[in-house]
């Protein structure tokens, strides 16, 4: 079958690959459409160390093509959504019921092969069945908003509150999308102009471009002269948490979401005498069940899988990488047939 093979930095190839197999526990899935996600670009930047070669991809949606002998609750024609972080439920954490902290997590497209090819073999346990209605883009979404979800989670939200999300990529835009469809005052700043753009013409209402002058003033004005109840950081770098301290009022609260190598400075000052809190989220912990009945309704889904910007079939998945890369767009996706 054929593949996107990551060879090294800034290289991933159109490749012949051998024909997965399953096991008594797993199901042949034909993948259908498939996401690019921050944590692939890591890879493909060599900025996360994997074993290549690999093929990557984590986010897909697919057909049921077999099914392995113990599999049961699933029959070969169902359309699925892959939960990619296959958790061993034995560790302390899972075992504390903090599976998305695992220390013996296998991670399609990360420690094992993803999900950018033709097939792929998934233990049944991390398969979801999706409703008829439901479009291959709002599939192949569910993922990402799992993660959006899980950050929401952890906020103790009103209606009242105000939120500031940093960085406009795909999680940062549905994650705003999502406060907005609950009716909070959320303001979304991004710093690369022809993203700025782009959240604009998918509707999102208050978006701020950080390299205009004014951006302080304005966002100021969104939130009424207040600061944040709440930031929520998808980027993870020096410069959005220098902005997060700006913005999050005492007694505030930060989700860092961005998951990146780079080191940031916390202020202590505003940290201890606000008593502000920072939290770290890591991917989803029973939240599928959750994003998929949120991605049932159409009038929310209509809005998010705007967030697709481009797509490619998997022969061009050099290019795909490539545009992804320049981070011009915001969710780029394979279209497989
Ligand atoms: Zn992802
Ligand atoms: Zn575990």
Redesign the pocket.
């Known amino acids: 079958m054929k593949a996107c093979v990551y060879r090294e930095p800034f290289k991933v190839s159109f490749e012949e690959i051998p024909h997965p197999k399953i096991s008594e526990n797993e199901a042949m899935v034909k993948v259908i459409m498939a996401?690019i996600?921050?944590?692939d670009l890591e890879i493909y930047r060599g900025k996360r160390s994997v074993k290549p070669p690999l093929v990557l991809g984590?986010?897909a949606v697919g057909v049921i093509t077999d099914i392995g002998e113990n599999v049961s609750g699933f029959n070969v024609g169902d359309t699925v959504v892959i939960e990619p972080n296959i958790y061993c439920g034995e560790c302390y954490y899972c075992r504390k019921g903090r599976m998305n902290i695992c220390e013996r997590k296998i991670i399609y497209g990360v420690t094992r092969n993803g999900v950018f090819a033709e097939y792929v073999e998934v233990p049944s346990k991390f398969l979801w069945r999706i409703p008829e209605n439901m479009s291959y883009e709002a599939a192949v979404l569910v993922?990402?908003l799992s993660?959006v979800l899980r950050a929401i989670r952890h906020l103790n939200i009103l209606p009242s509150d105000n939120v500031l999300v940093l960085g406009g990529g795909s999680i940062g835009a549905m994650t705003a999308l999502t406060l907005e469809y609950m009716n909070i005052n959320v303001v979304i700043t991004e710093i690369v102009s022809s993203r700025v753009k782009i959240l604009k013409e998918i509707g999102i209402r208050k978006v701020v471009n950080t390299q205009d002058p004014s951006a302080d003033e304005v966002i100021k004005n969104y939130f009424d002269g207040d600061k944040a109840d709440y930031v929520i950081d998808t980027v993870g770098t020096s410069g959005t948490f220098a902005q997060l301290f700006k913005w999050v009022k005492p007694s505030g609260k930060a989700i860092v979401l961005g998951l990146t190598g780079h080191k940031a400075e916390v202020e202590v000052f505003p940290l201890v005498r606000g008593e502000l809190s920072i939290e770290g989220s890591i991917i989803y912990v029973g939240d599928y069940y959750d994003s998929i009945r949120l991605m049932r309704r159409r009038d929310f889904a209509d809005k998010i899988v705007k967030v697709i910007t481009h797509r490619f079939r998997l022969e061009e998945c050099a290019k795909a990488f490539e545009v992804a890369d320049k981070g011009e767009g915001l969710k780029v996706v394979f279209q497989m047939q």
């Open positions: 996401g996600c921050g944590s984590h986010e993922e990402p993660v």
